[in-house]
C-alpha cells in the first residue's frame, strides 16, 4: 500500500457486553443502565493510559433518538498526533465514583480563575439560577398530600427531576457562567473575548431541564441580535490545509502578563454608562451605539506592540478601526457546575483546535493549582486531522468503542488487540449467549472504517473507482454480506445488501457508476458523494443504515461530514480478536486488488437466491472460497483456515448421524427477520421483529440420488448438488415457537422437527435425528449461560441421534417453490407451488 501510495487509513466500531451482568436489560435492550457509565469511565481510562497517556477525556452529550426520553452520553479521549501531552495530570479528571463535596463556591472561585487565566474580566462570572417561577408552578400542579423531594409521580425521571431541584434550594445557584468566546489573533496565538451578560430578570435563569447547565443557557434572553451581527460559529473545515499546532497547550497571554506588557494597571476599567463591557486578553473595550443604532466597539486601553492597531499606534499612526468589527458579541459560555459530587466544566463550542486546547490547559492548571478534579463536558474539539480521539459510547443491549485510525497494519494489530484486552480487563466481554445456547455476538457490530490521514488523502476521494469496485464486488458475491453478518439480516435490518431492497436499485446503481472514471484528478470530491448518497441507503432512505455506508465521506451538511470515510457496517463482533483483525485484513486485501485493477461490468441480479441458497452455509462458504481465489490470483494469498473460525462462529454445528456409510449432519442457516406493522406505543408507533421463524442446513453425504432422500417431519426435502461427488443440501424453514402476534399467528411451531434418511425401494427410514428448539426433557432454562462451554452443551442437547419415523409409509411429495428451490418451508402446504 506504501508504494502504490493508497495513504489508507482503518478504524473500527467494535462493541461489548458486561462479563458479570449479562443478564441485565442495559446489555440485551436498554441503551443506557445503572452500570455502563462506570465501566465506560473505567475502559476509556485503560485506553488512555495504552495510546494516549498525554491525553484528555471528554464526558460529553450522545446521540438523542426519537422515542428516548433523554439524550444519550460519550465518553471521548483526545490527544494530539505530534505527542505533545494536552493533559498532563491524569488525577486531575475526576471519576465517574468520585463523590467529593464540591458546591458553588467551588464553582466560583474555579470560573473566576479561569477568566484570570486566560485574560478576561473575571467581574464577567455570572451565577446562573433554575428559574423558580417554573418549579414552582411545578410544584402548584403536584398533589396537595406529597411532597417535592417524593412527589410519587410516575414519571422516575419527572420525580428525579422535581427532588433534585428542591433538594438543590431555588434562591442557591445551578453553578456559574464566563461569556466566553476565542479570536484568533496570529501575531499572539489564541485571544479570548468577554462580556457581562445582561437580561431583563437581572439574573440568568436556565432552561428546565434534565441535561448539563451549558445547554440550558437563556440565550434567547440576552439582547436580540441580527443575523450581521450574530457570531456564529463556523469550525475549520477538515478540508483545508493545517499547520502544526503550537508546541505547548497555553499559547495566549493572561490578563496580568497583557497589562504589564502595555504597561497598565492589571484591573481593566469596566463602562460605567450602561453598555455591554467587553474584553480582549485582557483589553477592554466599550460598547456604544452608533447613530444607526449598532453596536461599536472602543479600546479602552492600548493593544499590545505586534498587532496591527498597536504597532500602528506605537509608530503615531492612527488606530486601526477594524477591531471592533472584528469583536463583535459574545454569545457563547464555558459553564462550571458541581454535579454529583463533581466539578463539571462545560466547554463552549469554539471554532478551532488551537482555542479549545488553550482554554483546555488553563482549566488544568487550575485544577492542579485548586487540588479540584474536574469533568470536561459540552462541546469537544472542532474536527482536526491533528487530533485522535476514540470514543466510548451506550447503545442497545453494548458499549460501543469507537477506535482511532491506524495507518498501518501493525498499528491495526495493536489497536485491535489492545482494546479486546483493556475491555476484558475492565469486565466486559465479546461473548453473549441466547437462552438455548446460542453463540451469538455482542448485538452491535464491529463496522470497519476506513479513509485517509485527512479527508483529501482518502482513497475514496482520489480515486472514485474505488468505491465503485467494492460496491460492484461486494454485491457480486453475497457471501461478503452474510459470513460477518449479526442475527438479524434483510432490507430491514442495520446494514441491508444494495438489491435487498428496491428492485430497481441495481439499475439505478449502474447509471452511476457510469460517470465514476479511474482518473481521480479531474473528479472533485464532492462528485464522489453526490453520485452515491442517494443511492446507497436502506428502503427508507436512511443513508446511515447501508451496508457500506459514505455518511461521512464528503457531505454536503457540514465539515463534520467531510471526513473522506466508508463505513462496512455488515460485520458483526466477533469473540476474539484474531477474528476481527482477519475481517480488516480482508478489505486491506479487497481495497489494495481494486487500488491496482478496478472491477468493471454490470451487477448480478440474484433475486430470491439470495434469501434461498445464500442462507445456507454451503453456498456462503463456497462463493467466499471464490473471493478468496480472486485475491490470491491478484497475488494476495489469504488462507481459509484464518476464516473457518468465523464460518463456525456464524453456522454453528447441530449434530451428525451416520447410518449405512450415509452422513446426515445438520447446521444452523441464516434466517431473514420480518418486521411488523407498526403498533402503538407511549410517545409514538413501534415495529416489531418477528424471530419466530428459523432456517436449518441438511447436508447428506455419500448417497444414491435415485434411492434416498432426506424427509422432515415426513416432508420430502429439496436437495441440491453441491458439486462434490455424492453430496446435497437443502435448507428446511420452520416456525420455533408461537408468538400471540406474529407475521402467521395462526401457524402452530413444527418443533420438534425429524429428519430421516429415506430408502425408496424399501420404504422405510435408515436412520434419523430429532432437533428440538428448546431442551427435549422440557427443561425451561431460567438463566442464560455463565460461558461457552455451558452454552454448548444448551445446543448439542436439543440433538438426539435417535428418533427416525418407524414402519413402512410415503413421504409428502414437494414440490418447490420456483423461487426457493433450495428450501423447505414447513409453513407452507405440500403443493403450494402449483395451485
Known amino acids: 500500500m506504501q508504494a502504490a501510495d493508497v495513504r489508507l487509513t482503518m478504524g473500527g466500531e467494535p462493541t461489548f457486553v458486561s462479563i458479570d451482568d449479562f443478564e441485565a436489560a442495559e446489555w440485551n435492550a436498554d441503551a443506557t443502565g445503572p452500570t455502563k457509565r462506570g465501566l465506560a469511565d473505567e475502559l476509556i481510562r485503560k485506553l488512555r493510559d495504552r495510546f494516549a497517556p498525554g491525553g484528555f477525556l471528554h464526558y460529553g452529550q450522545g446521540k438523542w433518538y426519537p422515542g428516548e426520553t433523554l439524550p444519550r452520553w460519550t465518553f471521548s479521549l483526545y490527544w494530539r498526533k505530534d505527542g505533545v501531552p494536552i493533559w498532563q495530570n491524569p488525577q486531575a479528571i475526576a471519576r465517574e465514583t468520585d463523590a467529593a463535596p464540591v458546591g458553588t463556591a467551588e464553582s466560583e472561585r474555579f470560573t473566576k480563575a479561569v477568566a484570570e487565566a486566560i485574560g478576561v474580566p473575571s467581574d464577567n462570572v455570572l451565577p446562573a439560577f433554575e428559574d423558580a417561577g417554573y418549579w414552582l408552578l411545578r410544584e402548584a400542579q403536584l398533589p396537595e398530600n406529597v411532597e417535592p423531594t417524593d412527589s410519587k409521580l410516575e414519571d422516575r425521571e419527572e420525580r428525579a427531576r422535581l427532588a433534585k431541584v428542591f433538594e438543590r434550594g431555588l434562591p442557591n445557584p445551578t453553578g456559574h457562567v464566563l461569556p466566553v468566546q476565542a479570536w484568533q489573533g496570529r501575531a499572539r496565538g489564541v485571544r479570548w473575548l468577554s462580556e457581562r451578560w445582561k437580561t431583563r430578570r437581572k439574573n440568568l435563569f436556565l432552561v428546565p431541564g434534565d441535561s448539563a447547565m451549558g445547554y440550558r443557557l437563556p440565550l434567547a434572553a440576552l439582547p436580540h441580535l441580527g443575523p450581521a451581527d450574530f457570531p456564529f460559529i463556523h469550525p475549520d473545515d477538515p478540508t483545508q490545509p493545517f499547520p502544526p499546532l503550537p508546541p505547548q497547550s497555553r499559547q495566549q497571554w493572561g490578563r496580568v502578563e497583557m497589562q504589564q506588557h502595555m504597561g497598565g494597571p492589571a484591573d ?75 466539578l463539571c466544566v462545560f466547554m463552549p463550542p469554539l471554532e478551532s483546535a488551537e482555542a479549545y486546547l488553550d482554554l483546555l490547559g488553563a482549566i488544568e492548571e487550575i485544577a492542579i493549582r485548586e487540588d479540584l478534579p474536574v469533568q470536561i463536558e459540552g462541546y469537544g474539539p472542532p474536527a482536526d486531522p491533528r487530533l485522535n480521539v476514540i470514543r466510548v459510547a451506550p447503545d442497545p443491549g453494548v458499549i460501543e468503542v469507537n477506535v482511532h485510525p491506524s495507518a498501518s497494519w501493525e498499528e491495526s494489530k495493536a489497536i485491535t488487540m489492545g482494546v479486546y484486552e483493556d475491555a476484558r480487563q475492565s469486565r466486559l466481554g465479546t461473548d453473549k449467549f441466547m437462552i438455548d445456547g446460542k453463540h451469538a455476538g455482542t448485538g452491535g457490530g464491529n463496522h470497519v472504517v476506513v479513509g485517509g490521514a485527512t479527508p483529501l488523502d482518502s482513497p475514496f476521494l482520489r480515486r472514485p473507482d474505488l468505491l465503485k469496485s467494492l460496491v460492484l464486488y461486494w454485491q457480486r458475491h453475497p457471501s461478503l454480506s452474510y459470513l460477518f453478518s449479526g442475527l438479524f439480516i434483510g432490507p430491514t435490518s442495520q446494514a441491508p445488501r444494495v438489491d435487498e431492497g428496491r428492485h430497481d436499485q441495481l439499475y439505478e446503481l449502474e447509471i452511476a457508476m457510469a460517470q465514476v472514471t479511474r482518473d481521480g484528478f479531474s473528479t472533485p470530491p464532492w462528485l464522489t458523494d453526490r453520485l452515491f448518497r442517494n443511492l446507497l441507503i436502506d428502503v427508507t432512505g436512511n443513508t446511515h443504515r447501508a451496508e457500506i455506508c459514505i455518511d461521512k465521506l464528503y457531505s454536503p451538511d457540514g465539515p463534520t461530514g467531510r471526513l473522506g470515510l466508508v463505513e462496512f457496517r455488515g460485520f458483526e463482533m466477533p469473540p476474539e480478536p484474531k477474528m476481527s483483525l482477519a475481517q480488516q485484513l480482508l478489505i486491506r486485501a479487497l481495497i489494495m486488488k481494486f487500488w491496482k485493477a478496478p472491477e468493471e461490468g454490470k451487477f448480478v441480479r440474484w433475486g430470491t ?38 464460518s463456525e462462529f456464524r453456522f454453528p454445528f447441530c449434530g451428525r448421524i451416520e447410518r449405512e456409510g450415509m452422513t446426515l449432519e445438520l447446521r444452523q442457516a441464516l434466517e431473514p427477520w420480518n418486521v411488523m406493522g407498526e403498533t402503538g406505543a407511549i410517545g409514538g408507533t413501534v415495529r416489531f421483529v418477528d424471530s419466530s421463524v428459523e432456517r436449518l442446513q441438511v447436508k447428506l453425504s455419500e448417497f444414491i440420488p435415485a434411492r434416498h432422500i432426506v424427509t422432515c417431519n415426513g416432508r420430502e426435502v429439496p436437495m441440491m448438488a453441491t458439486g462434490r461427488g455424492k453430496e446435497a443440501v437443502a435448507g428446511v424453514r420452520f416456525k420455533a415457537w408461537q408468538p400471540a402476534s406474529g407475521l402467521h399467528p395462526t401457524i402452530p411451531a413444527h418443533a420438534p422437527l425429524t429428519f430421516d434418511i429415506y430408502d425408496r425401494w424399501s420404504k422405510r427410514s435408515l436412520g434419523g435425528c430429532v432437533y428440538h428448539v428448546a431442551h427435549p426433557g422440557g427443561r425451561s432454562y431460567e438463566t442464560f449461560p455463565v460461558n461457552s462451554y455451558e452454552a454448548e452443551a444448551r445446543r448439542l442437547a436439543r440433538f438426539e441421534d435417535i428418533g427416525h419415523t418407524p414402519g413402512s409409509y410415503q413421504p409428502v411429495r414437494e414440490i418447490p417453490d420456483p423461487s426457493f428451490p433450495a428450501t423447505l418451508d414447513l409453513r407452507r402446504p405440500a403443493g403450494l407451488a402449483v395451485m
Request: hydrophobic share 35%; aromatic share 6%.
Open 609 to 646: 437466491e439470495l434469501h434461498d441458497r445464500f442462507m445456507l452455509p454451503e453456498f456462503v462458504w463456497a462463493d467466499f472460497q471464490g473471493v478468496l481465489a480472486d485475491l490470491s490470483r491478484s497475488g494476495y494469498p489469504l488462507k481459509p483456515e484464518w476464516f473457518e473460525a468465523q
Open 268 to 342: 481593566a476599567p469596566q463602562d460605567g454608562a450602561g453598555g455591554v463591557t467587553q474584553s480582549i486578553g485582557g483589553m477592554s473595550q466599550s460598547a456604544e451605539r452608533d447613530g444607526g443604532g449598532r453596536q461599536r466597539m472602543q479600546p479602552l486601553g492600548p493593544l499590545p506592540a505586534g498587532t496591527a492597531a498597536g504597532s500602528a499606534a506605537s509608530s503615531g499612526g492612527p488606530a486601526s478601526p477594524v477591531v471592533g468589527e472584528i469583536v463583535g458579541h459574545v454569545r457563547t459560555a464555558l459553564s462550571i457546575e458541581p454535579r454529583d459530587g463533581k
